[in-house]
């Protein structure tokens, strides 16, 4: 069965940083590119960025509005992706998913259970 | 403001059809893989349609999804008041290299 759980989720301070971990299980996770997505409270999803398998260098892409501030990066070994946050602003307050995949033609196939960010002073 | 356009909610009797549509552009809907995507209250969301119209194993065959030019549509048939969820349509965007959701789509059951 295909697992994956998000972690590292809390209260962080603006200004502050926060890795998020998701850990999984149940597939090659090698074999995958991987992806975050958010949602912020009462609000729609917003994909962040995608790595890519190492067949492809490992190549990392994100959405503007992340770009600088967030880094994707992944441990093929422990079949863990990771996202650090950087300069968290009030508006990255929301549930952080992990997913599988990289918007090719699976689409997101995989979806972990999320974990809540809240960036307040 | 998303990049792809879904109405804010539909609303339909058990039994009956929905249709949800998603309109993008040539960047995103035009020229790459469109899937769907239900969440349930409280629950993460779940993959529903992959390539414009497949459906993963165990999905049943009361979702449909089809794509012309720009637009995607989900159809759900033979509504059921446990597909009481938001929908959201999803692809790559070429022009922004970045993935791109739709709004969402509140499915109300009536």
């Known amino acids: 069965e295909v697992q994956l759980a998000e972690s590292g989720g809390g209260l962080a301070q603006p200004g502050r940083s926060l890795r998020l971990s998701c850990t999984t299980s149940?597939?090659?996770?090698?074999?995958?590119?991987m992806s975050w997505v958010r949602q912020a409270p009462g609000k729609g999803l917003e994909w962040l960025g995608l790595?890519?398998?190492?067949?492809?260098?490992?190549?990392?892409q994100y959405a503007a509005s992340v770009t600088g501030r967030f880094t994707i990066s992944r441990d093929d070994s422990k079949s863990i992706v990771y996202l650090q946050m950087d300069d968290l602003k009030t508006e990255d307050t929301a549930v952080y998913y992990c997913?599988?995949?990289?918007?090719?033609?699976?689409?997101?196939?995989?979806w972990g259970q999320g974990t809540l960010v809240t960036v307040s002073s | 403001q998303s990049v792809l356009t879904q109405p804010p909610s539909v609303s339909a009797a058990p039994g009956q059809k929905v249709t949800i549509s998603c309109s993008g552009s040539?960047?995103?809907?035009?020229?790459?893989?469109v899937s769907w995507y239900q969440q349930l209250p409280g629950t993460a969301p779940k993959l529903l349609i992959y390539?414009?119209?497949e459906r993963p194993s165990g999905i049943p065959d009361r979702f449909s999804g089809s794509k012309s030019g720009t637009s995607a549509t989900l159809d759900i048939t033979g509504l059921q008041t446990g597909d009481e969820a938001d929908y959201y349509c999803?692809?790559?965007?070429?022009?922004?290299?970045?993935?791109?959701f739709g709004g969402g789509t509140k499915l109300t059951v009536l």
């Open positions: 997913t599988r995949g990289g918007w090719y033609r699976d689409g997101l196939d995989q």
């Open positions: 149940g597939f090659t996770f090698r074999d995958f590119a």
């Open positions: 790595i890519k398998k190492k067949d492809y260098r490992g190549t990392t």
């Open positions: 040539g960047f995103n809907i035009g020229n790459n893989f």
């Open positions: 390539d414009n119209n």
């Open positions: 999803g692809t790559w965007d070429s022009s922004l290299s970045a993935g791109v």
